[in-house]
C-alpha cells in the first residue's frame, strides 16, 4: 500500500498510527530532511520532518548505494542498523522490506533513520527478496549510482566500510571487463578460491567456475546494465533462485571475485525463512543472537597483512562477543554450511 498523493511508502500500523514514509527518489536533491506524515485512526494528520543522516561525500565515481533486505528478523536487523550506522563512512542507505508482519519490525523501520521501501511482495521460496533487490537496482541507475551494495539483515559490517575498502574493489572491477561482483564476505571453511594478483582477490578453478553470482556483493551499476542484468527474473518457485541467477552469469561470462579484505559476514545460526514461513532450527533453541566484535585496527592489520594465498575465513578472522562455553563448542563442532 502507498500513499499516492506522496509518493510514500508504507511502513505499517504501529499502535494507533499509519506511518509513510517518502522514498529516496522522492526527496529533492538537496534536502537533507526526511518526511513522515502519521495518519491516526480518527483520521486527524499531523506533518513533521526528522533529521536523517547527511548525505555522504563519496570521490567521484565512487557514489554507492547500501540497500540493506530485510523480512521479518528484527533483532537481526537492529544487530545490521547498529553495525551500518557504526561503521558506514561512505553509502547511502535505504531498507527494503519485504512486507514484514511482526509489529516489533515496524517499530525499528520507523526509527531507524534511513528511508524505507517495502517491496511488492511475492510467494515462493524466498518471497520477494528479488523484486527487492530490483528495485534496488532499478534505484542506483535512476539515482545516478556507480555501485550497489546488497546487505541482508541477518549480516553484519565488522569494519569500516570507508573510501579505502571502496576503492579496493573498484579497481578489482576494473581490472577486468568481465568481473561485475566483489563479493565482500569472510569465507567459510572448504573455501578453495585461488588469488589473484591482478584482481587483487580470490576466484574459484577452474576459470570456468568464476563465473558466477552471489546474492550478497558490490555490484557495478554500468555492468549490470551492460549484461543487462535481471535480479527478479523468477517469481513463484520453490528451487533456490540464487542457483538460477549463478547459471545465467555463467552463460554470459559474468565473473565474481571474492575480496582480499572483506568487510562484513552472516551471523551464524540466524532465524531461517522459506515460503514466507520461519523453519525450527535445533540451534536456535535458546533463541539468541549472536554478535561478531568490531574489528579493531590491531585485528585489521592481521588480517590485511596475512599473506595473500590464506583467504579471509571468518573463523581465523572474527571473533563473537557473547559466546557461552556451550556456544563455542556449538560454533566448534558445527558444518560451516549448517551455520549460515
Not at 60 to 67: I, R, S, V
Not at 87 to 101: A, F, G, H, I, Q
Not at 301 to 307: Q, Y
Request: glycine share 6%; hydrophobic share 35%; with cysteine.
Amino acid at each position: 500500500m502507498t500513499c499516492p498523493a506522496l509518493r510514500a511508502i508504507y511502513i505499517g500500523w504501529v499502535g494507533n498510527n499509519l506511518f509513510c514514509r517518502k522514498g529516496i527518489n522522492d526527496l529533492p536533491p538537496n534536502d537533507n530532511s526526511m518526511l513522515e506524515i502519521h495518519f491516526s485512526l480518527d483520521g486527524n494528520r499531523e506533518d513533521f520532518t526528522t533529521s536523517r543522516p547527511q548525505r555522504k561525500e563519496p570521490s567521484q565515481a565512487m557514489k554507492t548505494l547500501l540497500a540493506i533486505y530485510s523480512y521479518n528478523r528484527p533483532e537481526a536487523l537492529s544487530n545490521c542498523l547498529d553495525s551500518v550506522r557504526q561503521l558506514n563512512e561512505v553509502c547511502d542507505v535505504v531498507v527494503y522490506d519485504d512486507r514484514s508482519t511482526r509489529p516489533e519490525m515496524w517499530d525499528i523501520l520507523s526509527g531507524c533513520n534511513y528511508p524505507v521501501k517495502e517491496g511488492p511482495g511475492s510467494t515462493g521460496r524466498h518471497g520477494g527478496l528479488y523484486r527487492n533487490m530490483q528495485m534496488a537496482y532499478d534505484d542506483a541507475v535512476l539515482g545516478g549510482y556507480d555501485y550497489l551494495i546488497n546487505l541482508q539483515d541477518d549480516m553484519q559490517i565488522v569494519r569500516p566500510l570507508n573510501g579505502s575498502a571502496l576503492r579496493q574493489y573498484i579497481e578489482t572491477i576494473k581490472s577486468q571487463d568481465s568481473v561485475f561482483l566483489v563479493d565482500y564476505r569472510f569465507t567459510r571453511s572448504g573455501y578453495d578460491g585461488q588469488f589473484d594478483e591482478k584482481l587483487n582477490g580470490y576466484v574459484s578453478m577452474p576459470e570456468e567456475k568464476s563465473y558466477t553470482y552471489s546474492d550478497c556483493g558490490f555490484f557495478s551499476v554500468e555492468k549490470l546494465k551492460q549484461f543487462e542484468w535481471q535480479f527478479d527474473l523468477f517469481e513463484n518457485t520453490l528451487k533456490p533462485n540464487e542457483k538460477s541467477l549463478r547459471a545465467i552469469a555463467r552463460n554470459k561470462r559474468m565473473r565474481k571475485v571474492t575480496a582480499r579484505t572483506p568487510i562484513a559476514m552472516h551471523i551464524p545460526f540466524p532465524e531461517l525463512f522459506r515460503n514466507g514461513l520461519s523453519l525450527p532450527r535445533l540451534s536456535r533453541f535458546g533463541r539468541k543472537l549472536y554478535r561478531y566484535e568490531t574489528m579493531d585496527q590491531e585485528a585489521i592489520d592481521r588480517m590485511d597483512s596475512r599473506p595473500p594465498h590464506e583467504p579471509p575465513n571468518f573463523r581465523n578472522f572474527l571473533r563473537f562477543e557473547n559466546l557461552s562455553r556451550w556456544d563455542s563448542w556449538l560454533l566448534r563442532v558445527s558444518n560451516d554450511a549448517k551455520i549460515f
